[in-house]
């Protein structure tokens, strides 16, 4: 496999599968459950740092990723039990503060390696194409889960919430037990893409899991569509490795990513998804658009 | 999904296409450093140092008759994007060997994709002490924080005889490491530490710690940091009334810092690579040709990256073939009069050099003294 | 001795995190919108007091400047960034500000370099004893002049017209559309005031490190969403109390729970806290 397509094009997928994987997870909450979420670096953090404790420790690999996914679902599971409290702009900024504060202790524990993170993490023993299979595998396994899920009664709950919360409540569906279990499946998933994060770069520190990535993560689902699993993917593996396409304007690469977010927002909020909807259905549209 | 992709082999070749036609008979070396994000500024300076070596050769011949190319690429210090650009180098790219221009989390995860792949790598002034341990290919032109932080004790409590200290400690793997070293050394120099603060890598204002410093009294501060938080720390301090010595590292090592602290700077000490009042024509050869390629003065980061690159320049000339581990051999065992002073390696990987001692009179850095201490700066060995 | 020093430190803290936050909470109050590119225009505040300040060699003119200039910069954002958008889902508003905000630091890296500028001479450095403590005149003028700003800001909003019609327009927008109010004005007037406030605190800022760099915004942008949602959101009394809580709070903090929790945590800490107690944050607001 690396002897054919080359390190760099397998190093470059590994990325972009891990962040399709990422972002899908976000997209469980934010796209399918309608809560914005502006911590998830945190819950890709529990899981990178759990993962990596135990297989440094001597754990196998498959045993550390799994533990590191129950870590972050957990965490998951008492902010998304916080978060019921809190709504819209003020869930918006209590992910923020929940981010900020993994950072923040994160930073202190001498025994997470402190400032000075994990290196050393060892190798998944799957070899460099073995690994990408793998993360590939993975990320097409949670796309199929979500499309799975979009289309349950689970999917149509959240739909409902994301929604109209309120109204969701008084046609009886139970919208916080549906919220916790989109904030753990999600959180969960993060802390997956987190372990497979840590063994591919194997050295975390601190600065990995700060407000930029939850962003990052976030960009992709919002230029996906928020919601939209097809338009999530693309989003995420383009937006993943434009850093390393946009190399040769290097001087202007943060600037354009910075842009696109906002162009994208200001000029077709429904995001990729929206925008090749509305191109194929233009007319149709225009029609059903008037209020 | 697979279309997809499909497609990506097919821009790679075309890259490959495209690449291979300009670069005929030309010797490549690898760069990563941030050109973008918060450590513009030390990716910038650490680029055009790293060029003005590459430049320098180029004009004596190149490397064995072949002009040698830098191919940087812009990591933004972050570890996820370095993992893909060294693979790019070296898979892509097929340089013979790399430099770090970039931070320690950057480095550190590069330099096992280096290791893995058989390619030498040298990190120019990242200083994390895991770097050189991915392996015998990765080695380093600058001090580890903790062989630093001993020199800083034994110019405050020696040199300058200060033995009551308060510690400012920038909350990250270098400003860290330089305490734990400076700490290590303090009772072997009779130094106490009467306080500790640390303080994070985005705090401007010090009003409070400046304040509990006023209430330690201290004879000296040995503060760790960056130009861009050192120089509003120094400031800050010196308003406030505090007049005792401050000692800074590498990390000052800047005009920026001077223009930052203003008449503050006067008299702060620094432990650092770059001795400005050099007699060596190597320093002040590559001091006087930065300021002319790059338009403001040199710094530590800029003799660092030039460094780096005339190890990996002199050790390809020396192995005289484009065979990595004759390369890697030939840095391991390489002798150098380079910017940052006479290097060798030891090994682990890790630079055997002299710490330079500045001060800041009338608006610039100058000679202080030099620490040549074999066996207090002697580095890891694993 | 140390304790009113360390307040004293807090309360300069505090009136920089005010002069950014009383304008991010005006628009909140306004708009609903998340306005985090705020902080980008606290950054612009600040370069071009320090170039102004440079090239003339007057901080008050730099000052003028900067809040006059920035002020216009804060109209324009609405004008082309946010009225368009208005009707969509606060996220849209919010990660589009996010995109924003970004953009406009690497702008001001791209333009003015990687290194930031300082001032060449720099004013108000000198030391003036106050109580017993040494302070930097830079740092009075960073209390006095939020003082007189915000000061300036409640006499604008209690008594005069333009002010009642603001407030009108705040508490209930269609009820002051109705009589006779031009809410597209007063959005503007938002806007422009807000915008010149984060401009002094950009000035201020420069005085108080000799810096200003194009990432100088981040901290202030996220720990100001903070401080407004502790205040009560679009509640500016609320805004204030929190600022200067948080700048005392952190400035003891520093010293005595720097083991334990990042400077720039405590703020979320405190906001994570006040919202499981009292959803509504901690001055509250008349649900409307």
Known sequence: MVEIIGAYQVSLITTMGISVILALSLNLITGFCGQ?????????????????????????????????????????L???????????????????????????????????????????????????????????????????????LKRSWMGYAFDAIADDEDTARMV????????????????????????????????????????????????????????????????AAVLSVLPFWFQFIEEYKLLLYGGLLFAVMRFSPGGLAGFVAGFVAKHKRRRAAAP | MKSFFGKVPFLALAGVLAAGAAAADTVKIGFNAPLTGFAAADGKSANIGAQLAVDQANAEGGINGKQIELVVY??????????????????????????????????????GVYQAAGIPYISAYAVHPDITRAGDYVFRTSFVGEVQGRAGAKLVGETLGKKKVVLIVLKNDFGKSLANGFKEKAALFGITVAGEYEYSIKDRQFGPIVSKVKADAPEAIYATGYFFTAGPLVNQLRAAGVTVPVIGQEGYDSQKFIEIAGAAAEGVVITTSLDRDSKSPETSGFIAAFEKKAGYKADMVAASGHTAAKVAIAAMRKAGTDDPKAIRDAIASITLQASTGKISFNKLGEVRKDVQVQVVRDGQWHHYSVISDDKLLAPPEM | MLAFELFMQGLVQGSIYALIAVGLTL??????????????????????GVLVTNATGSLALALLTAMIAVGFVGMALYRFCYQPILDRPPYVALIASIGLFIAMEEIFRIIFGPYGLSYTAPPLQAPIILLGMNLKAAEILTMVGALILIGGLGVLAGRTRTGIAWRAT???????????????????????????????????????????????GSVPSYKALAIIVLGGLGNVRGTLIASLA???????????????????????AFLILVLMIRPQGLVGRSNG
Do not use: C
């Not at chain 1, 400032?115 to 998944?124: L, N, Q, T, W």
């Not at chain 2, 812009?74 to 931070?103: E, H, R, T, W």
């Open chain 1, 36 to 76: 914005i979420s502006l911590g998830h670096a945190a819950f890709i953090g529990a899981g990178a740092y759990g993962a990596a404790m135990l297989t440094t420790a001597g754990w196998p690999f498959a045993a550390g990723l799994a533990a590191g996914t129950a870590i972050a679902a957990v965490l998951g």
């Open chain 3, 170 to 216: 705040v508490k209930d927008p269609q009820m002051a559309e109705s009589f006779g109010i031009d809410i597209v004005k007063v959005r503007y007037l938002n806007f422009f005031i807000g915008s010149a406030l984060a401009a002094a605190a950009g000035v201020m800022v420069a005085l108080l490190n000799n810096l200003v760099e194009p990432t100088m």
């Open chain 1, 78 to 148: 008492v902010v998304g039990l916080a978060s019921l409290r809190v709504r819209h702009d003020f869930l918006a900024i209590t992910t923020m503060g929940v981010g900020f504060l993994f950072l923040g202790v994160v930073r202190q524990q001498e025994w997470l390696g402190g400032e000075m993170g994990i290196s050393s993490i060892p190798d998944a023993g799957l070899g460099k194409g073995g690994y990408m299979v793998l993360v590939v595998l993975i990320a097409a396994a949670i796309a199929l889960f979500s499309v799975h």
């Open chain 1, 172 to 235: 009886g569906v139970d919208a916080a037990r549906y919220k916790l279990t989109a904030f753990a499946m999600g959180t969960g998933l993060a802390g997956l893409g987190g372990g497979l994060y840590a063994h591919d770069v194997k050295f975390i520190a601190p600065d990995s899991f700060g407000f930029i990535e939850s962003i990052t993560i976030l960009s992709m689902v919002v230029i996906g569509g928020i919601g939209p699993v097809w338009g999530v993917i693309v989003a």
């Open chain 3, 246 to 268: 948080l700048g005392v709070i952190e400035s003891f903090g520093t010293i005595y729970l720097g083991f334990l929790l990042d400077r720039d945590a405590i703020a979320f």
């Open chain 3, 27 to 48: 628009v909140y109050g306004l708009l609903r919108i998340l306005h985090v590119a705020h902080a980008g225009l606290f950054t612009l505040g600040g370069y071009i």
């Open chain 2, 74 to 111: 812009d990591d933004q210090a972050s570890p996820k994007n370095s993992v893909p650009i060294a693979n790019k180098l070296i898979g892509q790219d097929k340089v013979k060997i790399g430099i770090s221009g970039s931070y320690s989390g950057a480095t550190r995860a590069a330099a």
